[in-house]
């Protein structure tokens, strides 16, 4: 048997604020909040809360550096899709349909 010293489980809410990215493979730990717009990198490990539109990466997660709120202008809000990306960001000619949802071209 197991101590109970070995096996104290904490709890808790995780909560991710509208316009975040958190990357594939990260792990968020109990009791942690992702602020509005924050991104986060792949394989990070999360493990308090992080500040609005920041970027964070790393095991913990450190910040990198801080994100513009200009991001949001390009999304139309009614119709629920993003605008100029084709203009600003070429490459993401390569993205699928299901991945994000662009202009008509």
Known sequence: MIPDNYT????GEVII??????????????????????????MSL????LNDWSIYAGIPAKFFKARSKELLKFIDFK??????YFI????????????????ER
């Open 8 to 11: 104290n489980i904490t709890g």
């Open 17 to 42: 604020k509208k316009y975040c990215q958190v990357g594939s493979g990260c792990v968020i730990l109990p009791k942690v909040t992702i602020g509005e717009g924050t991104t986060v990198g792949a």
């Open 46 to 49: 999360i493990t308090k809360d």
């Open 79 to 84: 119709e629920k899709k993003i605008y100029n």
């Open 88 to 103: 600003m960001y070429p490459q993401l000619d390569s993205f699928n349909s299901h991945q994000i949802t662009l202009r």
